[in-house]
C-alpha cells in the first residue's frame, strides 16, 4: 500500500490544523466538546511519533499561537498546557521505545504538572486563581438550584439541610484539587492510549501500538502501602495538632492510595472470574454495582491492598501448577 506523499511539513500542518479544529469543538460544543476536550492535542501525539520531539515541539508552540486567535491567549495557554503537555510526553515515550507503563507514566505525570504550571501561571501572571473561580461557580449553581427550589414551596428545613452538606462537601473538593488533577492527567492519559489503539493501525503507526497488560494482570508498586501508611500518620498528626499542610496532602495521598487500591483489587477480582470463565459483562456489571456501594468499594480496594503483599494471584498460580 502506498504511503502518503505529504512532505513531512505538510503533514505536520494537516494535523495542527486538525488540533486547532477540536480545540475549537471542545470550546463551543458543549457536550460533545466535554469530551473532545481531553484528546483535542492527538495531533500532537502523532507529529512526535512520525517526525520527532523537535517537530511536535514546534506543533505544539504554532497549536498554542494559531488557537489564541480564536478563543484569546489566555484560554488557549491553560488548554495546550494542561493537556499538550500529556500528548507530547506520551509520544516522546513511544519514540524512545519505553515499556508501556514507563510511558504511561510519564505521561501522566507530565499531565499532572502541567496542570499545576497552568493553575500557578494564572495565579502569579494574571492573579486569577482558577480553583476558587471554579468552586464559586459551582457554589453559585448551588445557590441558584435552591433559590428554584424554594420558590417551589419545599420545606425550608430541607433545604437548610442540604445547603450545610454542600459546603462541607465544597471545603474538601478545594483540599483535594491536586487528587483531581491527577484524576484529569490518568483520563487525559488513557484516553490518548485507547485513540492510539483505533487510531495508529490506520495512519500506518501499527507498529507503534504500546500494549499494556490484560487488566486481570495489573499490579501496582508495593510502595503504594508505604504511602497509605504515612498519609494515615499525617491524617492522624495533622488534625490533632492542627498541622493543616500535613492534614491537606495526607488528605490526597490516602485518597489517591486508595484508588490504587481498588484498581488492583479489581484486577484481582477479574483474575479469579476469568479462571470460572465468567463472562466479561457479567464482570463488568459487577464493578458498576461496585462503584455504587461504598462498602464493596471499600472490600475491593483492601483486597488490592493486601494483594500488594500476598500477591494472591501467583500464590493460587503456583498452587494449581504442582
Given at each position: 500500500m502506498n504511503q502518503s506523499r505529504l512532505t513531512p511539513i505538510s503533514e505536520c500542518g494537516l494535523l495542527i490544523a486538525i488540533s486547532i479544529l477540536l480545540g475549537a469543538i471542545s470550546?463551543?460544543?458543549?457536550?460533545?466538546?466535554?469530551?473532545?476536550?481531553f484528546f483535542w492535542t492527538f495531533p500532537l501525539l502523532v507529529i512526535v511519533v512520525r517526525h520527532g520531539i523537535s517537530r511536535?515541539?514546534?506543533?505544539?508552540?504554532?497549536?498554542?499561537i494559531l488557537f489564541s486567535l480564536f478563543v484569546g491567549p489566555l484560554t488557549a495557554v491553560r488548554m495546550s498546557i494542561s493537556y499538550g503537555a500529556a500528548s507530547i510526553a506520551l509520544g516522546f515515550g513511544i519514540v524512545k521505545n519505553f515499556r508501556p507503563t514507563i510511558s504511561i507514566a510519564i505521561s501522566m505525570i507530565a499531565g499532572?504538572?502541567?496542570?499545576?504550571?497552568?493553575?500557578?501561571?494564572?495565579?502569579f501572571f494574571l492573579d486569577i486563581n482558577i480553583i476558587t473561580m471554579q468552586l464559586k461557580l459551582v457554589q453559585e449553581s448551588f445557590d441558584q438550584t435552591f433559590a428554584m427550589y424554594e420558590s417551589l414551596g419545599v420545606?425550608?428545613?430541607?433545604?437548610?439541610?442540604?445547603?450545610?452538606?454542600?459546603?462541607?462537601?465544597?471545603?474538601?473538593?478545594?483540599?483535594?484539587?491536586?487528587?483531581?488533577?491527577?484524576?484529569?492527567?490518568?483520563?487525559?492519559?488513557?484516553?490518548?492510549?485507547?485513540?492510539?489503539?483505533?487510531?495508529f493501525p490506520k495512519i500506518g503507526l501499527g507498529s507503534k501500538?504500546?500494549?499494556l497488560p490484560a487488566f486481570k494482570d495489573w499490579r501496582f508498586p508495593s510502595a503504594c502501602l508505604y504511602l497509605l501508611a504515612f498519609s494515615l500518620i499525617g491524617l492522624y498528626w495533622g488534625t490533632t495538632?492542627?498541622?493543616?499542610?500535613?492534614y491537606q496532602v495526607s488528605l490526597n495521598v490516602n485518597i489517591l492510595t486508595m484508588f490504587i487500591g481498588l484498581f488492583q483489587g479489581m484486577s484481582v477480582v477479574a483474575f479469579f472470574m476469568d479462571w470460572k470463565n465468567i463472562s466479561k459483562t457479567i464482570r463488568n456489571i459487577f464493578f458498576i454495582i461496585m462503584f455504587f456501594q461504598l462498602i464493596l468499594?471499600?472490600?475491593?480496594?483492601?483486597?488490592?491492598?493486601?494483594?500488594m503483599?500476598?500477591?494472591y494471584r501467583k500464590r493460587f498460580t503456583e498452587k494449581f501448577r504442582k
Open positions: 470550546m463551543y460544543l458543549p457536550i460533545l466538546g466535554t469530551i473532545v476536550e511536535g515541539l514546534i506543533s505544539w508552540f504554532a497549536v498554542t499532572f504538572a502541567a496542570q499545576i504550571l497552568t493553575v500557578a501561571i494564572l495565579f420545606d425550608p428545613k430541607t433545604i437548610s439541610e442540604a445547603k450545610s452538606q454542600i459546603n462541607p462537601a465544597l471545603e474538601i473538593v478545594a483540599v483535594i484539587m491536586p487528587l483531581i488533577f491527577t484524576f484529569v492527567a490518568a483520563i487525559n492519559t488513557l484516553i490518548s492510549y485507547k485513540a492510539i489503539k483505533w487510531i501500538i504500546i500494549d495538632r492542627q498541622i493543616l499542610p500535613l468499594m471499600e472490600i475491593v480496594a483492601f483486597i488490592g491492598l493486601f494483594d503483599i500476598f500477591d
